[in-house]
């Protein structure tokens, strides 16, 4: 599957932002997808998964509370709202696609977006 993240920009402190990414190719459906996000020279840090049927649903403690992801498998797409964004959630963001059963390490992840830049300004 490939896929492609778009939704990225640069917002206020406090603001909310919705990621997309698009998935082509056969089987959608039959993966687990994951948001990650990247800081220069650091690894890529878990942030949501969600189920192939959008009903298990995961995130990281640093993201708990603040962004939702969603996915629509009709249109092939998973979502990421972020919501009261600070300015530590400066980063690029990547969707991604495993055929695990589970999907909380980048490892586990087969298929990446190319990302997206999220810039927070205080």
């Known amino acids: 599957v490939q896929l492609q993240a778009s939704g990225g920009g640069s917002v206020q402190a406090g603001d909310s932002l919705r990621l997309s990414c698009a998935a082509s190719g056969y089987g959608f459906r039959g993966y687990r997808m994951g948001w990650f996000r990247q800081l220069p020279g650091k690894e890529r840090a878990f942030l949501a998964t969600?189920?192939?049927?959008?009903?298990?649903?995961y995130y990281s403690d640093s993201v708990k509370g603040r962004f939702t992801a969603s996915r629509d498998n009709a249109k092939s797409t998973v979502y990421l709202h972020m919501n009261n964004l600070k300015p530590d959630d400066t980063a690029v963001y990547y969707c991604?696609?495993?055929?695990?059963?589970?999907?909380?390490?980048?490892?586990?992840?087969?298929?990446w977006g190319q990302g997206t830049l999220v810039t927070v300004s205080s």
């Open positions: 991604a696609a495993t055929t695990s059963i589970v999907g909380t390490q980048a490892t586990q992840y087969t298929s």
């Open positions: 969600i189920s192939r049927d959008g009903r298990g649903i």
